[in-house]
């Protein structure tokens, strides 16, 4: 009996789908459940609010305008740039504090508290001290940059520094490896998973500080483009803005998920 049982065949029910069968069985849902937003959307908008407000047809039609315009680029530039010196300027300070917090129990147990604390402040609490400190300038855009997008890549560095497997460290020991060697060629690779993941945390992060700092301070960018159409009524022009921040979002998101397989397939085999 326990042979018949270990030699049956296995219904085709219980077979592994293929990997396209799980992308088309993914990206159906997904289609249908965005074309009924959509839908809900322009009906409603057509029926209950006033001629102004944004609508999908009015997004579509506004597209080609909007990205031909000179000061849309203009902004976008500002954004994109802003956000890209932001991003490097945390990668490396972010990639310091982790390491010390996940290697030095000492320094891990002092700073936490503060890591902790200032990550849960809005960025709006902080943005007028910034004002006050770096003026009405893209200074201060860069410090909310850095400030909203910093925490996430320090305690996913500090988590991976402290999840290298005892027995690389060892090795590295018994090579008489110095503890800045060790740092540099194992620990770091080591995190790598973890510096990506928080990368991809702290790069929409950055996108909103920058476009938080915009709004507030009324500089050249991309988020104070959409508010000011938002104010002038041009609400489809204003979220032509929005869906394209939301798109480099997803875009930066896919893009890092691919170079983590592509460079990295070890990690996480079985997610895909």
């Keep these: 009996m326990a042979e018949q049982a270990l030699s049956a065949p296995v219904s085709p029910a219980q077979k592994p789908q ?93 700073i936490r508290v503060y890591i902790n604390g200032f990550n849960a402040l809005p960025m709006i609490i902080v943005l007028p001290l910034f004002s006050l400190w770096f003026g009405y300038s893209t200074h201060a855009r860069i410090a909310t940059i850095i400030f909203a997008a910093i925490f996430a890549i320090t305690m996913n560095v500090a988590d991976g520094a402290r999840a290298v497997p005892r027995e690389y460290l060892e090795v590295s020991r018994s090579f008489r490896s110095g503890k800045f060697r060790t740092l540099i060629d194992i620990v770091l690779p080591a995190s790598t998973p973890y510096l990506l993941a928080g990368f991809r945390l702290a790069a929409g992060r950055a996108l909103i500080g920058a476009v938080v700092a915009e709004f507030f301070l009324s500089i050249g960018g991309l988020g104070f483009y959409i508010l000011y159409n938002s104010r002038a009524y041009h609400h ?31 990690y996480r085999r079985g997610e895909r």
Aim: hydrophobic share 55%; net charge positive.
């Design 18 to 110: 293929s990997p396209a069968r799980r992308k088309e069985a993914t990206l159906v849902p997904r289609v249908v459940t965005g074309g009924v937003i959509l839908i809900v959307w322009e009906f409603v908008v057509r029926a209950l609010a006033p001629q102004y407000v944004a609508k999908p047809t009015g997004i579509l039609l506004a597209v080609p305008e909007v990205i031909t315009d000179p000061k849309f680029l203009t902004a976008l530039g500002q954004t994109l740039a802003a956000v890209a010196e932001g991003l490097a300027i945390t990668l490396v300070l972010g990639t310091v504090l982790g390491l010390a917090m996940g290697r030095s129990p000492s320094i891990d147990r002092t």
């Design 236 to 266: 489809n022009e204003a979220f032509v803005g929005v869906l394209l921040l939301a798109g480099f979002g997803v875009g930066f998101e896919v893009l890092v998920q691919w170079a983590t397989r592509r460079f990295m397939p070890w």
